[in-house]
């Protein structure tokens, strides 16, 4: 059906489809229920890794419905902030499949995901400044500090659109990839994530998410606590034996 966000569980990877093609135009409707599978998803025992990726292979998402903007509340867009930033602070690693079309609040929702893959057709873009507003979901904050003042203020004041080599190059994805090996490469990736311990997972993305903005003093003592933290884990415990063992460890995110 479109117009709706599926999510499909698989062998502990979940997947979170955008699904209005061609474009993927995220809803009002839609964002809401985006928010309701992030809050599931976090929630779920057997949801270990999560993929997001858009319908078809225009688009993993050209951004809002426009037309939408004159007839929503400050509450809602308050909710569609909030929702990216349920994305970002998800306990469990993301990954997100970009293809085709990746704008406005597509952009964003991908700069969200800790891990991006990109075909070669790829087109990032913040455009807002063109329909006469701005990014208001995470996308400015996140161009500043991924790209520097200096440089994003390039980007942002010309809503200009970054092809996938440029995206590459600025560090806006981490690998292009034909589209034929784009999605085996995200459950590569995600089967990897499975193997590892999920509560030092977790503590590392908190760990990232507090020593970006901190100063240098306050980010080591973050590491070296978190460190701390973890080695009274059983899972810290089940490394270090794994390592001396020459095995696989096998890790119960205790």
């Known amino acids: 059906m479109p117009g709706s966000i599926n999510l499909e569980v698989r062998d502990g990877i979940g997947i979170i489809t955008i699904n209005n093609p061609p474009l993927n135009l995220i809803t009002l409707e839609m964002r809401a229920e985006l928010g ?32 939408e903007f004159l007839s929503t509340t400050p509450g809602e867009l308050l909710d569609w902030g909030r929702t990216i930033e349920s994305v970002e602070n998800l306990p469990k690693p993301t990954i997100a499949i970009l293809r085709g079309y990746v704008l406005g609040a597509g ?42 003042p ?3 203020r390039y980007y942002l004041l010309l809503g200009k659109r970054i092809d ?17 090996k784009i999605e085996d490469r995200a459950m590569e ?7 590892l311990s ?4 977790r503590a590392l993305k908190e760990a990232i998410n507090l020593v970006q903005d901190a100063p240098t003093q306050v980010a ?4 070296r606590k978190t460190f701390g933290l973890l080695r009274y884990t059983q ?16 890790f119960t995110g205790k």
């Open 150 to 152: 200096l440089r994003a």
């Open 36 to 67: 309701r599978i992030v809050n599931e998803v976090s929630a779920r025992d057997d949801v270990k890794v999560v993929i997001f990726k858009g319908a078809g292979e225009r688009a993993f998402s050209a951004g809002g419905d426009v037309v």
């Open 107 to 148: 952009t964003e929702l991908a700069l969200a995901c800790d891990i991006r893959l990109a075909t070669p057709d790829t087109v990032i873009g913040l455009p807002e400044i063109r329909l006469g507003m701005v990014p208001a979901s995470g996308g400015l904050t996140k161009f500043v500090k991924a790209l520097g």
């Open 189 to 195: 990736i995600a089967r990897d994530l499975l193997t």
């Open 164 to 180: 996938a080599r440029e995206a590459l190059e600025v560090g806006l994805v981490h690998e292009v990839l034909e589209p034929g």
């Open 235 to 250: 899972d810290f415990q089940e490394g270090i034996r794994a390592f001396k063992e020459k095995r696989s460890p096998k």
């Open 220 to 223: 080591y003592d973050i590491e």
């Open 198 to 201: 999920p509560i030092a997972i």
